[in-house]
């Protein structure tokens, strides 16, 4: 497979004549809304008149990513490492894309939505309910409790209990933490349409480490361990092999067949040949058995290695796949207004001769 031993790029497209920021809002008055650190939470949201009385219609909410620490150790060396990831995010604006973006040639169906995001600073998949102790070195994981804040700042600040449709997604740890609050952002916003799309998480077509001579910190291990750390209930009662079959919400799973962040999860190599066709094969069988057995879960999968495409202006908006060479974006589009064609795949063989040469996914 000559394919994979290339490296593959991203590039971004420019918001030309849009204004693509979001602007900072701080979850301060929100006691329990904390970063690891201690410090607030905070998110972006689109710019808006104090005075503008008529509440959006439309919302897109989106969680952003970047890993875990299940472990005090772990996070002590993340929050060194890392410090962003940690503490509260301090930018008055940030640039909008992907799913976000502003621009309709990069966004043509959801630019006019009114546009959310949700930094990531409590490293536990925004699940977490436990206050920083000796116990935990310190370190707070209180996701959870910062994702219903930020909801409850929302309906104050732009009254978003009355939006009509809320597209509800993540990328990452953030399609993670998706996937644990799909049905919990309805319970929060009972009076919209909530349509949820995990990007880049917990579509595996294993759940233990594919070789045991290995250090493989697996994503199974991850959840046993970190669930407990974090104080997560939805953890501990989480289906890795199959959760989209208990999901309420409408659901739309974006991954690359060759998911970077799932093969190296489960110990497998993305220059071996072998493992590569071990991984598409079977990520291939999950995929038809998802479309036979809950047809109304839409699947994009682009046939190629990468990670998060939703947050991401070339993948989104511009990466074809499939027979009708359909893009994310338009698959979403389908989705949200109840086409038929909400699976959308590569066709790959079992030596992946009809996979993509070239994925710009990040």
């Given at each position: ?9 991203v ?9 693509c ?33 008529h ?18 150790n ?15 995010p ?31 600073c ?14 935990t ?21 732009v ?10 997604g ?8 998706v ?20 990007d880049?998480a ?41 959760w ?24 497998h ?20 058995d998802?479309r ?7 699947l994009?999968?682009?046939?190629c ?32 207004n109840?086409?038929?064609?909400i ?20």
């Amino acid at each position: 497979m000559k394919m994979f031993s290339e490296h593959f790029f991203v590039f971004a497209l420019c918001c030309s004549h849009v204004i693509c920021v979001l602007q900072h809002v701080s979850l301060s008055g929100y006691p329990d809304a904390v970063c690891s650190d201690g410090t607030p939470a905070a998110y972006y949201r689109s710019p808006r008149d104090k005075d503008d009385a008529h509440a959006p219609d439309n919302y897109v909410i989106f969680l952003e990513g970047g890993g875990y620490c299940h472990d005090v150790n772990a996070c002590d060396w993340r929050c060194q490492m890392a410090p962003h990831l940690c503490t509260t995010p301090e930018s008055e604006t940030i640039q909008n894309s992907g799913i976000l973006s502003d621009d309709a040639g990069i966004n043509p169906y959801f630019h006019g939505y009114f546009k959310v995001d949700l930094p990531y600073c409590t490293s536990d998949m925004y699940v977490g309910r436990r206050f920083g102790s000796e116990l935990t070195k310190g370190h707070h994981f209180q996701g959870h409790r910062v994702l219903t804040a930020m909801i409850q700042s929302l309906i104050a600040d732009v009254r978003i209990d009355k939006a009509k449709r809320i597209l509800f997604g993540g990328s990452s740890a953030g399609g993670a933490g998706v996937a644990f609050n799909c049905d919990y952002m309805k319970s929060l916003l009972p009076r919209s349409r909530i349509h949820c799309i995990v990007d880049a998480a917990f579509f595996y077509p294993e759940t233990h480490p594919f070789s045991e001579d290995e250090p493989c910190e697996s994503i199974d291990k991850v959840l046993a361990v970190g669930g407990v750390l974090w104080d997560s209930p939805e953890v501990s009662g989480f289906h890795l092999d199959g959760w989209w079959g208990d999901v309420r919400q409408d659901l739309l799973i974006g991954i690359a067949r060759f998911d970077q962040f799932g093969l190296e999860s489960f110990c497998h190599n993305e220059t071996s040949e072998r493992d590569l066709d071990t991984w598409g094969a079977a990520i291939g069988q999950i995929a038809r058995d998802l479309r036979w057995r809950y047809p109304r879960v839409g699947l994009f999968m682009p046939g190629c290695i990468g990670h998060m495409m939703l947050n991401d202006d070339a993948a989104f908006g511009g990466l074809p796949v499939g027979e009708r060479r359909l893009t994310y974006s338009d698959t979403a589009w389908n989705w949200v207004n109840g086409s038929r064609d909400i699976h959308v795949m590569d066709t790959c063989h079992d030596d992946q001769s009809g996979c993509q040469k070239y994925c710009r996914v990040n």
